[in-house]
């Protein structure tokens, strides 16, 4: 997908086709042309890197991605709590670390204010966040953090910017993955204006190998992406998801998409031919056209379409042809990738990594003063008995024995003294009963 930042090349024997289709197609002012890419990587190897912050996610997203149970999930919320309160900067995961290290060993003092928090609770939400870690969410979390905008810029000649995403290493990471999604899709649905039915969206998503993203997904992504979908659209963002099959998209999500786009499936196999009936049952039927032959009839650049009209209803299914692409269809070099990166327009923004003074430096801090202080507190409380025994080795042998002959004779001395008193008060108490008498 990351070729269509350059021109195609007339030379070149996949795209020989180009120019004759448009030519079918009538397309006078046709000509191989570069689009406006920019690339993002969450490894920021073969794009920008992508970011965002621990705060930014929150409690809420970060508990449903690591499937917490309520308990974990209250633990978690207690500790973005306690943050606000202190100001503490919560931004990648090494603080996320430190801070609930911090919770379980102050459990005691934050029960009485929050709640209880069991250190069970933080070893489990610890262990979460190891295993996203090792996924690389150590490189996702973190500053600076992307600026959603940055995916709906306009270039100056009127034409969007177009996002790619490298995503073939990201797919082997699912839990890593699931997350940046989550996160994407809930930034979008909560801090776009609501803005109608606009003519031109202001921003379109294509899931290609959509197949993959719903393969074994957190219930919480299929959630947010099933409510997305949904709502989206008056927020004037498109959903597109690409796939071999139709099947592989859930009923839940694929109930929500009104545009559709369906190229040949070929029915060699009894799950292909349930996937060729699926196809031709989700769109609003044509009596002039049988969708289910035509489906498996489709050549290269062919589809079968069907849009949503004025009302927003779906228009009939048509047989189509698909205009053919002005980039160049095929990968990038190493050297074109760079150069790409070099002259993007978001250049140098999101490349060095920012990791300002927050939650973790001020909690180690903390945590390095209070070691000081117990250990000033352990040398003070000790220091009477080391001086007795020092006062002891400087009078040798038989000073240490004459002190501790004195020790023992004034306790002899006192339980005397306590039981004569004793005897004494029986003895006056017992005149003064017998005169009574």
Request: hydrophobic share 40%; with cysteine; proline share 6%.
């Amino acid at each position: 997908m990351a070729g269509m930042a350059l021109p195609g090349s007339p030379t070149a024997k996949t795209h020989a086709p180009f120019a004759r289709r448009a030519a079918e197609l009538g397309l006078g002012d046709w000509a191989y042309d570069s689009n406006p890419v920019v690339l993002w990587d969450l490894f920021g190897e073969r794009g920008h890197p992508v970011r965002t912050t621990v705060s930014d996610m929150g409690p809420l997203l970060l508990a449903r991605l690591m499937d917490l149970n309520d308990v974990q999930e209250g633990v978690l919320n207690v500790a973005f709590r306690w943050a606000d309160e202190e100001g503490w900067l919560v931004l990648d995961l090494k603080d996320l670390r430190q801070l609930l290290a911090v919770c379980a060993e102050e459990a005691d003092t934050l029960a009485t204010h929050f709640g209880n928090v069991t250190r069970a609770s933080v070893g489990a939400i610890q262990r979460q966040l190891l295993t996203l870690e090792a996924q690389g969410g150590d490189r996702f979390f973190g500053e600076p953090s992307l600026d959603i905008t940055d995916l709906m810029a306009v270039e100056p000649d009127g034409r969007g910017r177009i996002s790619v995403l490298a995503a073939d290493r990201l797919m082997q990471s699912p839990r890593l993955y699931s997350t940046f999604l989550l996160w994407l899709l809930s930034e979008l649905f909560e801090d776009l204006p609501e803005v109608g039915d606009p003519d031109k969206p202001r921003l379109i998503f294509f899931f290609d190998e959509a197949h993959l993203l719903f393969d074994e997904a957190p219930k919480a992504l299929l959630e947010r992406v099933e409510q997305v979908v949904r709502l989206i659209r008056s927020k004037g963002v498109g959903v597109y998801f690409c796939t071999q099959n139709p099947i592989d998209i859930p009923d839940s999500v694929a109930g929500q998409l009104g545009n559709r786009i369906q190229h040949a499936l070929r029915a060699f196999t009894p799950r292909d031919q349930k996937a060729v009936r699926a196809a031709a049952e989700t769109f609003r039927p044509n009596p002039g056209l049988d969708v289910a032959q035509a489906i498996t009839e489709l050549k290269v650049g062919e589809a079968l379409v069907s849009v949503l009209d004025e009302k927003g209803a779906p228009t009939p299914v048509e047989r189509t042809l698909v205009a053919p692409p002005r980039g160049r269809v095929g990968p990038l070099s190493d050297a074109e990738r760079r150069s790409l990166l070099a002259n993007s327009p978001v250049a140098g923004r999101y490349d060095t990594p920012l990791d300002r003074p927050s939650a973790y430096e001020t909690l180690s801090r903390r945590a390095a003063e209070r070691a000081v202080e117990r250990q000033a507190q352990a040398r003070a409380a000790s220091e009477p008995a080391r001086a007795e025994t020092r006062r002891a080795d400087r009078q040798g042998p038989s000073g240490r024995m004459e002190s501790e002959l004195a020790r023992v004779a004034t306790s002899v001395g006192r339980a005397m003294a306590t039981q004569l008193g004793r005897s004494l008060v029986r003895g006056i108490l017992g005149s003064l009963m017998r005169g009574g008498r």
